[in-house]
């Protein structure tokens, strides 16, 4: 099997990559307002083009772990997982004409703003920090893969890869701010495509065309799209892949800070909801482009798994390994694999640093320094503060990132983390826009006890690993060697393999984790709200018993309930009217 080498012509690519980024952020920090105002370093002045914002949605979250992850998820375990993009096509007008309209009527730097108007300042400080813990724990993930993948083809350890990769983000998101973030996004979004479709071309040019990679995967039963099993202990079915997809998409395009930030820096509502849309088609070519990639790398080490042959240790690094094993040989060409894969990193990273800082700012910088100063913290003040706060960030990711390798795959363990708060999180905006009747007190319950389950079952343990496909080593230079090892480790085995008992819940699929955090979440939230109410135990307990009986705002709720509320609320005014004047007229 042939093997290259990154040389000279890749690294000088690599670099390039590096510099450009961080160019773009020296540029952004002297252009237009020089990044002086909160508003143009947090919110791009909502001066924003769709185009820029549809390519940043994409890459803020489908970026390097969808790169290696996705790609071994088809390598590993078959093409199920590409059943997910339904959801993304169910959600999509949900998030755009739900909750969408709701944040942009406020047009709120901090999401969580909003929910301090629907409930109360406790509220919006604990989903502040839910959010805070799942964008730094995800960070270090995001920042993991692609040192993993350096390692891989390089002499580079991954230590100094997570170093080098962390502190160029750092540096273009620290000065650039948000118009820095999604330029750079673009260009490392076309970044991200080419390392996909070069892997793609690669292997149809040493398979002879497309249809030879898909006879293999067929014969090897990598295709699968038939596992509709209500079993919820089964990994990937379609019902989990739609419903918990549909939850998992919401958290993040529905109602995440990331999110909502970018969609509100664009000049109005119908541009924001535009944006969204174009999201879809390019997330959805993404996905299948990379689920078919790991497809053509399973078709080159069909006879020689990587892993089971010894050359590495996971199979999150079997894309870059088959990078070098195939591009290596081109200068250059393995260089721009490996910058694509960076660039998905630094699209992310800069992405959670971004949304971090706004968050610090607006939900507890300036809360703090009221309390302590008794007044506002102006605009013109709270710049500085908050590039520092976005520097500190970005150290703190490339720790994090150290000890990002004990979580399992990258995939599966992004989804976790998103999962284990974000069905909770999007809980607690559900209830707040398609609800009257709930209450601070209640919704507030529901989150506690929402995350307590899901975290036990999101990293609680021991889970029993989930089982991959078949691999070959018949094609190996050195596979009698192999057979004789696995021979070895057979007679030396108990003759009777006892497998350990799992806990029923570690054994569920980590994608019904937001879907469970979600239902627990509204039941309790919801019920509690009611309960309390009843028994006078919420704050205010009289206004929930009528929804009527008090002053709605209105732009706090879903557009489709606010107008029918408001047309009651009119209608049950002009009653009363008409009673009144009925009662007078009579006497």
């Known amino acids: 099997m042939p093997v290259g080498t990154f040389d000279a012509w890749d690294t000088a690519v690599l670099i390039s990559i590096l510099v450009v980024s961080a160019l773009i952020g020296i540029y952004y920090r002297f252009a237009g307002g020089q990044q002086k105002t909160t508003q143009e370093y947090l919110m791009a002045d909502q001066s924003m083009t769709t185009f820029p914002v549809s390519f940043s949605l994409m890459a803020s979250f489908m970026s390097a772990i969808s790169l290696m992850g996705v790609s071994n998820e088809s390598y590993e375990f078959g093409t199920m997982f590409c059943v997910i993009n339904i959801s993304y096509i169910l959600s999509t007008p949900i998030a755009a004409n739900i909750f969408l309209p709701v944040f942009y009527r406020m047009r709120t730097t901090s999401v969580y703003e909003y929910l301090e108007r629907r409930f109360g300042q406790t509220t919006r400080l604990s989903a502040s920090l839910a959010f805070t813990v799942q964008m730094v724990l995800y960070m270090g993930i995001a920042l993991y893969a692609p040192a993993l993948a350096l390692e891989a083809v390089t002499n580079i350890p991954r230590s100094w890869a997570i170093v080098v990769i962390g502190l160029v983000c750092t540096f273009y998101s620290t000065l650039g701010g948000l118009k820095a973030v999604l330029i750079t996004d673009v260009f490392q979004s076309f970044l991200m495509f080419a390392a996909i479709f070069s892997v ?27 596992e509709f099993s209500l079993d919820p202990t089964v990994r990937h079915t379609w019902w989990s892949l739609i419903i918990g997809g549909m939850v998992t998409y919401l958290s993040l395009y529905g109602v995440n800070q990331t999110q909502v930030q970018r969609l509100l820096s664009v000049h109005n509502l119908k541009s924001a909801q535009s944006a969204l849309w174009w999201n879809l088609p390019i997330l959805g070519m993404l996905s299948f482009s990379t689920i078919f990639s790991g497809l053509a790398i399973f078709y080159y080490y069909r006879d020689c798994d990587p892993v089971l042959e010894g050359r590495i240790e996971k199979r999150d690094q079997v894309m870059p390994l088959f990078a070098l094993d195939t591009m290596g040989q081109y200068p250059g060409l393995c260089g721009l694999f490996v910058s694509g894969i960076f660039s998905a990193s630094l699209s992310t990273i800069s992405s959670a640093v971004t949304s971090l800082s706004a968050v610090t700012l607006e939900d507890y910088l300036k809360p703090l320094y009221k309390a302590i100063f008794k007044r506002t913290l102006v605009d013109s003040k709270s710049t500085l503060p908050t590039k520092i706060v976005a520097c500190i960030f970005g150290l703190l990711c490339v720790g994090l990132a150290f000890v990002a390798g004990s979580m399992g795959g990258v995939l599966q363990a992004s989804l976790t983390i998103f999962g284990v708060v974000g069905g909770p999180l999007l809980a607690i905006f559900t209830l707040g826009v398609c609800t009257t009747r709930t209450n601070q007190r209640g919704v507030l319950l529901g989150f506690l006890v929402s ?13 029993p690993k989930p089982i991959t496909m078949e691999f070959s080593t018949a094609g190996c230079e050195n596979a009698t060697a192999l057979l004789a090892h696995a021979i070895e480790l057979s007679a030396n085995s108990s003759p009777v393999v006892i497998e350990p008992h799992y806990f029923w819940l570690y054994r569920i699929s980590y994608l019904w984790l937001s879907v469970i955090g979600f239902i627990i979440a509204v039941a309790v939230g919801y019920g509690s709200s009611i309960v309390l109410v009843h028994f006078g135990w919420a704050e205010n307990a009289e206004i929930y018993v009528d929804k009527f009986q008090r002053e709605l705002d209105y732009d706090l709720f879903a557009p489709m309930l606010s107008r029918r509320w408001r047309r009651q609320a009119e209608q049950k005014k002009q009653t009363a009217e008409d009673e009144t004047l009925t009662k007078l007229t009579q006497q």
């Open 451 to 463: 995350l307590i389950i899901s975290f036990w079952m999101g990293f609680g343990g021991p889970k």
């Open 200 to 226: 793609i071309a690669v292997s149809a040019i040493k398979a002879g065309g497309f249809a030879a990679i898909w006879e293999v995967a067929v014969e090897r039963g990598r295709i699968q799209f038939d």
